[in-house]
């Protein structure tokens, strides 16, 4: 009985564990149905039609593009370049002569303005004075000088002929040089030539007595203002002492830098001379003014830092009244200049041009051509180009990443002005 009992609980046992393994398989079965639910799922929404939609649409928005048309250049170039005003003449007052200052000019102050001729300072000038009347008194002695050795000249070649004449009646054979009086007339010659080169000494040192008293009043050379000075009655002054710095307020002249391409750009005539026309603009305060100008010359050289080459315009008054007729000196300036014509070369919009100088050109069928441009001079918003494209050209505006030659594009209406720029593809 009791393995009777003993087999019973075997098969027993037996029956629990096929029925806990058959319920884990049946737990695995499901986990893995779920897991290929979700995975088709997943496909599903992948591979799904809005999405291929979509991604279609993106791929036909990327080939659409804005465009320009390339046109030819109209006019002159026209150039800009800035520069400081500076006056064509300016010069520094030095003393020439030693002296006390005795006098300065009340107008002889930074910012004064004084007139051609007029007394800026003078040096006391007894001693001078004295000195030009010592001179004067030595050439008239040595005028006196000179009437006296002529006076003896004559004498002796009067004395001379006499004795010829006398042994003429009385005389045979060649008279002698001492009967001919031949030293004592070259003696007084002589004693002439001396006193006739001491007047010419005496001359000179009457000039020059003469020029230093005049150098004890220094003038103003022309119309101008006072940049600075650095005098006072009373100090004692030697020659080359600095008294003042003087500038003309009407002749100005600013000196442009530009660059080589734009440098190459201005007119020329047939002797190689720059010249044209200039409008220079400046604000002072509210105002903003203009004056007209004239290239005059070139600097002559290139600023080889820069690379830049100068050209030096000379500024002319306006029609107005008083000072702003002209800018004051040290103002900086603004100037535009126009070149030489520029209509043999073609222009392109600045957003067209990628680096290495290269634009997407649409061919008319629709396709990308890149060409690389021939670049004359270029700014912020056009480039100047003599090759690589030709007028009525359409250049491409839009910046599409990943486009190669060849590629299909649609061409979007010109925008009006003030819509957005052209997107850039991300």
Same mark, same amino acid.
């Given at each position: +009985? ?13 029956? $629990? ?23 088709? !799922? ?23 593009? &804005? ?14 370049? &800035? ?8 010069? $520094? ?5 030693? %002296?006390?200052?005795? &006098? ?6 930074? %910012? ?37 050795? &002529? ?55 009457? /000039? ?20 600075? @000075? ?10 080359? $002492? ?16 530009? /660059?080589? @391409? ?19 603009? %400046? ?6 003014? =203009? ?39 040290? +103002? ?26 290269? !634009?997407?050109?649409? $061919? ?40 190669? =030659? ?14 957005? /720029? ?5």
């Amino acid at each position: +009985m009791s393995s009777l009992k003993e087999t019973e609980e075997s098969f027993e046992n037996l029956e $629990t564990e096929r029925r806990q393994a058959l319920h884990a398989v049946m737990s695995f079965v499901a986990v893995l149905a779920i897991l290929g639910g979700l995975f088709l !799922v997943v496909w599903f929404l992948v591979i799904s039609k809005p999405s291929a939609a979509k991604k279609t649409d993106e791929a036909k928005m990327a080939r659409t593009v &804005e465009v320009a048309i390339v046109e030819p250049a109209k006019g002159g170039a026209s150039i800009s370049a &800035e520069g400081v005003v500076e006056s064509q003449r300016v010069v $520094t007052l030095t003393a020439e002569v030693t %002296g006390k200052l005795v &006098e300065v000019s009340p107008n002889l102050v930074a %910012g004064g303005r004084v007139r051609e001729g007029e007394i800026l300072t003078a040096i006391e000038s007894a001693d001078y004075r004295a000195a030009l009347e010592q001179t004067k008194a030595a050439k008239e002695r040595a005028l006196s000088a000179v009437a006296d050795a &002529e006076l003896a000249l004559q004498q002796e070649e009067a004395r001379r002929d006499q004795a010829l004449r006398d042994w003429q009646k009385l005389g045979k054979g060649k008279p002698s040089e001492l009967l001919s009086r031949v030293p004592q007339i070259a003696s007084a010659e002589a004693r002439l030539a001396s006193a006739r080169a001491d007047v010419e000494s005496a001359k000179a040192e009457v /000039k020059r007595a003469s020029r230093n008293l005049e150098r004890t009043i220094i003038r103003a050379p022309f119309d101008a203002v006072v940049r600075q @000075e650095s005098v006072e009655v009373g100090a004692v002054l030697a020659p080359g $002492t600095t008294l003042a710095t003087l500038f003309s307020e009407r002749s100005l002249e600013v000196e442009l830098p530009l /660059k080589l @391409e734009d440098y190459a750009l201005l007119r020329r005539d047939e002797n190689g001379r720059v010249f044209g026309r200039v409008v220079l603009q %400046g604000t002072l305060g509210t105002r903003t003014i =203009q004056w007209p100008g004239e290239i005059v010359r070139t600097t002559g050289e290139v600023e080889r830092g820069a690379l830049t080459a100068g050209v030096v315009v000379a500024i002319e008054a306006t029609d107005g009244e008083g000072e702003l007729r002209l800018p004051p000196p040290g +103002m900086f300036v603004r100037a535009e200049l126009t070149g030489r014509s520029l209509e043999e070369n073609l222009v392109v919009p600045r957003e067209a041009v990628r680096e290495g100088n290269r !634009v997407a050109v649409v $061919t008319p069928g629709n396709t990308i051509d890149y060409r690389d441009l021939q670049v004359v001079r270029s700014n912020a918003t056009e480039v100047l180009v003599s090759e690589g494209v030709v007028a009525g050209e359409r250049v491409i505006l839009t910046r599409l990443a990943g486009a190669v =030659q060849g590629m299909e594009v649609e061409v979007e209406e010109p925008k009006q002005p003030g819509e957005p /720029k052209p997107r850039e593809e991300q």
